[in-house]
């Protein structure tokens, strides 16, 4: 069994407004990445909420995804990720972390996030692209004790990673959309040109 929890309970302070509710092609941001997760191989989808968690929970309410508040989210992402794993199905083997800025990430990159788990059983397996590594980031079960004692202070799950980096599996996707979030309202003016150029370069790729 795998879980997906995906991060969303921030102010989006960069953004300016609450990005999470902001229309990407045609649907709240939130909305897309979490039909995406559902779409793909993981057994349940988490999805943290904070800031505004009722409004963004209203464009989420007709999708089987389970709503997780966090009421301490200014405390920073470590908090979200702490309580996200709290509801993790104890028959996991494995937890995959999203943040909810990243629209473009696919059910079948996360589906070969997994299949790379089940190939070669690493404690950590991240989404990358041409050799970067992006999002979702996989943990096994081995690393859960570890998750629950992260500090912000201390760079939150970042700091697991790097301490068991030389563990790291990366999955390579073949899909840019693992490196591309949205911080700023610069960032979702470019998303949909490099998403289209992305897509037509597939295309003549697959024409040859």
Known sequence: MFSLVILAAGKSERFGENKMLVKVFGEPLIRRVVKNALNSQVDEVIVVLGYMAEEVEKALRDLPCKIVLNENFEEGMSSSVKIGLS??????????????????????????????????????VIASYKGKPGHPILFSRKLFDEIKEIREEEQGLKAVVRKHRRKIILAETGSPGVLIDIDTKEDLAKLHSVYKNWLDKKKRTSNI
Do not use: H, Q, W
């Open 87 to 124: 509801k993790v199905s104890r028959k996991a083997k494995a937890v995959l972390f999203l943040p909810g800025d990243y629209p473009l990430v696919t059910a079948e990159d996360v589906n070969k996030v997994i299949s790379k788990f089940k190939e070669t059983r690493a404690e950590i």
